[in-house]
């Protein structure tokens, strides 16, 4: 279809497969998975891994501010805005000890926007990460 294009931000970490940083349909833009991952880096913002790689200790509230500056990141770099998000997924490896003060600082960010959203537990996620979001917006004509 000749309404599609993808998408990718030069301040979003690079992505870790086959994917871009979005896909813009028609007036949506569908946001690959996003987490807090920082770009041209390979340390992850409030994680401290031990020697063969695994999660040692990690801060949930650290990840949860980077991920949203990512988002935002990809969002503006496409054309659309926070304030376009319109349904968010969420996935957490740890729902019983982290969806408090994610749950708190969410609030934070989205109390002008109240998109849809999902939370949902997982058993992992591809890189060493506790939060991953999945985000659907609208985004303008662009002529």
Known sequence: MSDQKNLNSSRAPEPVGLYPHARRVGNFLFL????????G??????????????IESYDIEAQCHSVFKNIRY??????????QIVDVTVFLTNMKADFKTYNR????????????RTTVEINALPTPIA??????ATIDDVA
Request: contains cysteine.
């Open 74 to 83: 990809i969002l503006e770099d496409a054309g659309s805005s926070w304030e």
């Open 32 to 39: 690959s998975g996003v987490g807090p991952r920082e770009r």
């Open 41 to 54: 880096s390979q340390q992850i913002p409030g994680v401290t891994l031990n020697d063969v790689g695994e």
């Open 105 to 116: 600082i969410y609030a934070a960010y989205f109390k002008d926007n109240l998109p849809c």
């Open 131 to 136: 939060i991953e979001l999945k985000v659907i």
